[in-house]
T-cell receptor, first 114, second 115 residues
Framework: TQLLEQSPQFLSIQEGENLTVYCNSS?????LQWYRQEPGEGPVLLVT?????EVKKLKRLTFQFGDARKDSSLHITAAQPGDTGLYLC??????????????FGAGTQVVVTP | KAGVTQTPRYLIKTRGQQVTLSCSPI?????VSWYQQTPGQGLQFLFE???????NKGNFPGRFSGRQFSNSRSEMNVSTLELGDSALYLC??????????????FGPGTRLTVL
């Protein structure tokens, strides 16, 4: 059982559409990170959110950390084919995990077709 | 700054053999963590080393072991390989921060296939 539940598992959209990926847990996290992974490669860090209620924007990507630090979301505006990949949320649990131990969600496979 | 490097990138072994994987962290990073990624289980934490000491261990059998050297480079070893050990093994490096962020940076992984 994964501590972080991601939904949906799979998203297929057309270029120009918007999408949202969710990451939920019953545990409180010190921080949550979002990664994107392409086949045969390691995950690439997109963002880290630390403060409850925090919203971070990176170009067309918007990340939100829930007020209670138990959930997060990733929103992509006007998706492009280059956004295709496996999106993973990961985090360290408050007072439980050291910063060297990440709990991962199962991932959301996003496919953006031209 | 060079990223995390892992060698080899691909390995094919047979059941019962042992294997050693290597990871060089980003310069200045003293923490190295290892993860196993499989289609069924996703990314699972194996262990974490900091200043040559194992700080955390995941829920894996004793066949999985690791170590860290004084230059922060790390190796992990899997003995008596089983078919289920086929996976992408990922190494991540990080550095202590004053806050809880603990961002980790991943290498490209070693793809291990056990026949």
């Amino acid at each position: 059982t994964q501590l972080l539940e991601q939904s949906p598992q799979f998203l297929s959209i057309q270029e120009g559409e918007n999408l949202t990926v969710y990451c939920n847990s019953s545990s409180v996290f010190s921080s949550l990170q979002w990664y994107r992974q392409e086949p045969g490669e390691g995950p690439v860090l997109l963002v880290t959110v630390v403060t409850g209620g925090e919203v971070k924007k990176l170009k067309r990507l918007t990340f939100q950390f829930g007020d209670a630090r138990k959930d997060s979301s990733l929103h992509i505006t006007a998706a492009q084919p280059g956004d295709t990949g496996l999106y993973l949320c990961a985090g360290t649990r408050w007072l439980t995990d050291s910063w060297g131990k990440l709990q991962f969600g199962a991932g959301t496979q996003v496919v953006v077709t031209p | 700054k060079a990223g995390v490097t892992q060698t080899p990138r691909y390995l094919i072994k047979t059941r019962g053999q042992q294997v050693t994987l290597s990871c060089s962290p980003i310069s200045g990073h003293r923490s190295v963590s290892w993860y196993q990624q499989t289609p069924g289980q996703g990314l699972q934490f194996l262990f974490e080393y900091f200043s040559e000491t194992q700080r955390n261990k995941g829920n894996f059998p004793g066949r999985f072991s690791g170590r860290q050297f004084s230059n922060s480079r790390s190796e992990m070893n899997v003995s008596t390989l089983e078919l289920g050990d086929s996976a992408l093994y990922l190494c991540a490096s990080s550095t202590p921060t004053s806050g809880p962020s603990g961002e980790q940076f991943f290498g490209p992984g070693t793809r291990l296939t056990v026949l």
